[in-house]
């Protein structure tokens, strides 16, 4: 009756009481590091190209700000080396499209960037959660009981 009970528990041991051989990824930390830098998230869920590909855009990104930055600053400010203000209200409807729509595009890359991390993690955790595997079944024989196992990891 014991040997029964102790197969009846092993057969029934979900997969998770099993030691894991990988690092889960923690989707939600994926997400802020990718909103912090772009690529970071996809580096930590180890989707490299993806990450090497969101760090270039980034600094592209921010070489646009930079030229986008230099060019306002050469149209609405006279040639002082002082600290530079530019009013809204002096800019031209052209150059306030200009900064509206660099400020929508930037925060919409970030969303789809840390979105993209956070399904990097979890397409990681799946894909290393299926490779592992513990499969016990239960052996029944006339003369006697016993478990019959499979472990591929």
């Known amino acids: 009756m014991k040997n029964i009970l102790i197969l009846i528990f092993l057969t029934a041991m979900p997969n998770f009481l099993f030691s894991e ?3 889960y990824r923690n989707p939600f930390l994926a997400g802020v590091l990718s909103w912090t830098m772009p690529g970071a998230g996809q580096f930590y ?40 203000t530019i ?24 969303v789809y960037v840390s979105l993209d991390a956070i399904h990097s993690a979890e397409k990681y955790n799946r894909l290393m959660n299926n490779n592992q595997s513990i499969i016990i079944t239960p052996e029944f024989n006339t003369s006697s009981c016993g478990i019959k196992g499979k472990v591929s990891f």
């Open 87 to 110: 009013n809204w209200s002096s800019l031209s409807l052209m150059d306030k499209g200009l900064v509206v729509g660099y400020i929508i595009t930037s925060l919409a890359w970030k």
């Open 45 to 84: 869920a180890k989707s490299y190209v993806k990450g090497s590909f969101f760090v270039m855009t980034e600094i592209i990104n921010k070489s646009v700000l930079f030229l986008m930055a230099s060019y306002l600053r050469d149209n609405y400010t006279k040639n002082t080396k002082e600290s530079v």
């Open 21 to 23: 051989n990988y690092e």
